[in-house]
Nanobody
Framework: QVQLVESGGGLVQVGGSLRLSCAAS????????MGWFRQAPGKEREFVAA????????YYADSVKGRFTISRDNAKNTVYLEMNSLKPEDTAVYHC???????????????????WGQGTQVTVSS
C-alpha cells in the first residue's frame, strides 16, 4: 500500500521560511517523479514544483521560482520543499504526489500523478 505523508507545514510571517517533507512508502521511490501541488480555498489545485525520477531535474511554477527549492533523498524515500521569502499568496494546503516514470511535460500536470498525500497546511500571515 502506497503512502505519502507530508509534514512541516505551519503558520509563518511574511518573508519567513518553511521546509516541507514528504515521506513515501510502498513504492520504488527512485522510479517516481515527485511533485508538490497546492490548493488554496476556492481555487484549483496548482503545480508548485517537481523533481524528475532520473537525473534530478527540477521544475518550478513561475510564482515560486527563485524562492522555493525542491529536492529528493532516494535513500530516505523523501522529497522536500524548501520555501523562502514566503508571501500571503503562498497560503494553501500543500500536497506531495508521485508519478511513475513521468516525462518532463507530464511532470507539470496533476492528472498524470498516481499517488497523493493528504496535505499539510501552510499559512503566511501579513
Amino acid at each position: 500500500q502506497v503512502q505519502l505523508v507530508e509534514s512541516g507545514g505551519g503558520l509563518v510571517q511574511v518573508g519567513g521560511s518553511l521546509r516541507l517533507s514528504c515521506a513515501a512508502s510502498g513504492l520504488t521511490f527512485s522510479s517516481y517523479a515527485m511533485g508538490w501541488f497546492r490548493q488554496a480555498p476556492g481555487k484549483e489545485r496548482e503545480f508548485v514544483a517537481a523533481v524528475a525520477w532520473s537525473a534530478g531535474s527540477t521544475y518550478y511554477a513561475d510564482s515560486v521560482k527563485g524562492r522555493f527549492t525542491i529536492s529528493r533523498d532516494n535513500a530516505k524515500n523523501t522529497v522536500y520543499l524548501e520555501m523562502n521569502s514566503l508571501k500571503p499568496e503562498d497560503t494553501a494546503v500543500y500536497h506531495c504526489a508521485a508519478g511513475h516514470f513521468l516525462s518532463r511535460s507530464r511532470t507539470l500536470q496533476k492528472k498524470e500523478y498516481d499517488y497523493w498525500g493528504q496535505g499539510t497546511q501552510v499559512t503566511v500571515s501579513s
